[in-house]
């Protein structure tokens, strides 16, 4: 497993991000992509169709994005099995393994924001009024709650598993740094 200080060891072409709900996947995964010059999808977009209802076309579409050359893109959704079919691809995979204060604090703004806001989300979706996290077992905020430690106990297994280099930032600075020195070196 790598430090944030570690130089990757070759160029990267197909990249998973990992980590909490909250912890900043699809914001690392965006300047990534815009870094590396690679196409970047949001797992969410394909997994969450109308009334937050799982697409049928979810796992053809990330076989899709998983059949392609280069690419970066969360690494979620393994109990419906859009996990499996990004991690056999992958090559490197960059864990965001931040506290839980932080990734808690993070997730909890951007959901109030996108409350307040009405934020259109994919396929029509908006997030559900914040006093429902105390009537729905699966809002955000308690789905982080229960998952938080998920990856600690995931990621030896899966990077194993799927033969990857891992890249584990474990703080916003981890990850300021990690930008700026060994990802910024990397030829697209």
Same mark, same amino acid.
């Given at each position: 497993?790598?430090?944030?200080?570690?130089?990757?060891?070759?160029?990267?072409?197909?990249?998973?991000? =990992?980590?909490?709900?909250? *912890?900043?996947?699809?914001? /690392?995964? %965006?300047?990534? !992509?815009?870094?590396?010059?690679?196409?970047? @999808?949001?797992?969410?977009?394909?997994?969450?169709?109308?009334?937050?209802?799982?697409?049928?076309?979810?796992?053809?579409?990330?076989?899709?994005?998983?059949?392609?050359?280069?690419?970066?893109?969360?690494?979620?959704?393994?109990?419906?099995?859009?996990?499996?079919?990004?991690? =056999?691809?992958?090559?490197? *995979?960059?864990?965001?393994? /931040?506290? %839980?204060?932080? !990734?808690?604090?993070?997730?909890?703004?951007? @959901?109030?924001?996108?409350?307040?806001?009405?934020?259109?989300?994919?396929?029509?979706?908006?997030?559900?009024?914040?006093?429902?996290?105390?009537?729905?077992?699966?809002?955000?905020?308690?789905?982080?709650?229960?998952?938080?430690?998920?990856?600690?106990?995931?990621?030896?297994?899966?990077?194993?598993?799927?033969?990857?280099?891992?890249?584990?930032?474990?703080?916003?600075?981890?990850?300021?740094?990690?930008?700026?020195?060994?990802?910024?070196?990397?030829?697209?």
């Amino acid at each position: 497993m790598l430090s944030a200080h570690d130089p990757l060891p070759r160029a990267p072409r197909r990249v998973v991000i =990992a980590g909490t709900t909250g *912890a900043g996947k699809s914001t /690392l995964a %965006r300047r990534l !992509a815009a870094l590396w010059s690679m196409p970047y @999808t949001e797992l969410d977009s394909l997994y969450h169709g109308p009334n937050w209802t799982p697409r049928p076309e979810f796992l053809d579409d990330v076989r899709c994005i998983a059949s392609g050359e280069r690419w970066v893109s969360e690494w979620g959704y393994f109990s419906s099995g859009g996990g499996q079919i990004l991690g =056999a691809r992958a090559d490197l *995979a960059i864990w965001l393994d /931040l506290p %839980r204060s932080v !990734a808690r604090t993070q997730l909890f703004r951007r @959901t109030v924001r996108r409350g307040l806001t009405r934020e259109l989300l994919w396929n029509g979706n908006v997030e559900p009024p914040l006093w429902t996290v105390f009537r729905d077992r699966d809002h955000i905020l308690r789905w982080e709650m229960r998952t938080h430690d998920t990856w600690k106990q995931r990621m030896p297994r899966v990077a194993a598993e799927y033969g990857l280099t891992v890249v584990r930032l474990s703080s916003r600075r981890d990850i300021a740094g990690w930008l700026a020195g060994p990802a910024s070196v990397v030829v697209a």
